[in-house]
Structure formats: structure tokens, C-alpha cells
């Protein structure tokens, strides 16, 4: 998940202008295609809320051939063969469904779905990433999720447009 600096994840009418960063920090890193394209591949499956998708779509399609598996209650519909969209419980897709299937699942956008995912023990890691702007209101990322989770830091990356990579591991205790 991108967000800024103040935890929101989109402006109140949805947009998403402000992720791209001028920013200019010397000590950042530059991921090179090759780098980003390397990684992509070790991403299995994403699951992603139909907002995500319906974003995706008009923005370009960066997930290729990988299966995704859209959760939605809306009647969508699409011509790509990799997506399927879910309607039901997030337990059973998830260890009866996907994890039998795929080694590293992504679940991109979205915060109501990212609290279902926490909240049900789902998710194992958050990667969230900063941009250096501060929006005022707008969706958060995390907005009562009404329990407490400890993480565990694993990583921290800084970026050359000033953007911050966080990865936790959820503590399941």
C-alpha cells in the first residue's frame, strides 16, 4: 500500500495524483526495471478489492498473466482470463483456495479489505510505503481497525523521490 505521510491512502474524491513524488534525497535508491521486473515475477497471485481493480484498469494493467482473484459483492465482469472475481469468506479463499495453489499471494489497495486481512490473521506482512506529502483528509489506510497487532520491522528502503518502504511482519501472538 502507498500512503502519506498521514496514514490516507487516497484525496476524499478517490484520486491518487499525489503519488508521484519531485522529491530529491540523495541518500535514496533508484530500483532499476530490471530490479522491479524481477520482483514482480516472484509474486504468485493478488487479491485486491474491486476499487483496486476498477483503478487498475483505468490506470493500465501492471499485473500481466498473474492470476488475480477480485473480492467483490458487485456483478463484474472481465475479459482477462487470469481474474476471478469472489464473493464469500476470506478464511476459506485464502487457506483452502489460494494457499494450496501459490507460494506468495499480494493483497494490493484497499483498506476496508486490508482490515478484513488483519483482522482475520490473513495477512503475514504489511509493505507500506510513505510518500513525502501530507494530503489533510481523504480514505485512510488504517481507521479503527478496533484491535491492537504488533509488528515486527524487517526492512526499511528510502527512495530517491523521498518515498519510504516500511515492511513489518505481523506478530501473530
Known amino acids: 500500500?502507498?500512503?502519506?505521510?498521514?496514514?490516507?491512502?487516497?484525496?476524499?474524491?478517490?484520486?491518487?495524483?499525489?503519488?508521484?513524488?519531485t522529491d530529491?534525497?540523495?541518500?535514496?535508491?533508484?530500483?532499476?526495471?530490471?530490479?522491479?521486473e524481477k520482483f514482480i515475477k516472484t509474486i504468485d497471485c493478488y487479491v485486491m478489492g474491486s476499487r483496486t481493480y476498477e483503478h487498475a484498469?483505468?490506470?493500465?494493467?501492471?499485473?500481466?498473466?498473474?492470476?488475480?482473484?477480485?473480492?467483490?459483492?458487485r456483478n463484474l465482469t472481465t475479459d482477462r482470463e487470469?481474474?476471478?472475481?469472489?464473493?464469500?469468506d476470506l478464511d476459506k479463499l485464502v487457506n483452502d483456495k489460494l494457499k494450496p495453489n501459490y507460494k506468495n499471494i499480494w493483497m494490493v489497495g484497499g483498506a476496508m479489505l486490508t482490515k478484513d486481512f488483519i483482522r482475520l490473521q490473513?495477512?503475514?506482512?504489511?509493505?507500506?510505503?510513505?510518500?513525502?506529502?501530507?494530503?489533510?483528509d481523504g480514505t485512510l489506510?488504517?481507521?479503527?481497525?478496533?484491535?491492537?497487532?504488533?509488528?515486527?520491522?524487517?526492512d526499511?528502503?528510502?527512495y530517491k523521490d523521498?518515498?519510504?518502504?516500511?515492511?513489518?511482519?505481523?506478530n501473530k501472538n
Open 82 to 88: 487470469n481474474v476471478e472475481f469472489y464473493t464469500g
Open 156 to 158: 526499511v528502503i528510502a
Open 1 to 21: 500500500m502507498v500512503s502519506s505521510l498521514d496514514g490516507f491512502i487516497a484525496k476524499k474524491d478517490g484520486s491518487i495524483s499525489w503519488l508521484q513524488s
Open 141 to 154: 489506510f488504517f481507521d479503527y481497525i478496533g484491535q491492537e497487532h504488533r509488528l515486527h520491522l524487517k
Open 162 to 170: 523521498g518515498m519510504v518502504e516500511l515492511c513489518y511482519e505481523i
Open 57 to 73: 484498469l483505468e490506470l493500465g494493467w501492471p499485473y500481466g498473466d498473474t492470476p488475480v482473484v477480485v473480492l467483490t459483492h
Open 24 to 36: 530529491n534525497y540523495e541518500k535514496g535508491i533508484t530500483l532499476s526495471k530490471e530490479e522491479i
Open 122 to 136: 490473513l495477512a503475514d506482512d504489511i509493505i507500506i510505503s510513505m510518500m513525502p506529502v501530507i494530503l489533510g
